[in-house]
Nanobody
Framework: QVQLVESGGGLVQAGGSLRLSCAAT????????MGWYRQAPGKQRELVAT???????NYGDSVKGRFTVSRDNAKNTVYLQMNTLKPEDTAVYYC???????????????WGQGTLVTVSS
């Protein structure tokens, strides 16, 4: 059973930076795409950024040029560096990972528990 453990959320002033981390735990799996989504109060969950195993990235329009997603395949960990934060970036940020369970060859997708990012004006 693969689980995602997130860390790094908190309170920051507008213009500041935060770095989120998400580590996948478990055994005998390969991860394909990892990434981050967010959900603000009263809004739908939206894409923040994803990164494939080979390093290809995709960003939501609202974070392009400010956020950077990266991963360490050896550690099964994905990171989100958030710069020039704005109050509208306030949301619960969820880590997401898709991969394959090696013993069964079954595909899976898992979500983290979420970490709150609050940007004050």
């Amino acid at each position: 059973q693969v689980q995602l453990v997130e860390s790094g959320g908190g309170l920051v002033q507008a213009g500041g930076s935060l770095r989120l981390s998400c580590a996948a735990t478990g055994s005998r799996f390969n991860l394909n795409t990892m990434g981050w989504y967010r959900q603000a109060p009263g809004k739908q969950r939206e894409l923040v950024a994803t990164v494939t195993r080979s390093g290809s990235t995709n960003y939501g329009d609202s974070v392009k040029g400010r956020f950077t997603v990266s991963r360490d395949n050896a550690k099964n960990t994905v990171y989100l560096q958030m710069n020039t934060l704005k109050p509208e970036d306030t949301a619960v940020y969820y880590c997401n990972a898709a991969g394959v369970d090696l013993p069964t060859a079954r595909l899976f997708e898992v979500w983290g528990q979420g970490t709150l990012v609050t940007v004050s004006s």
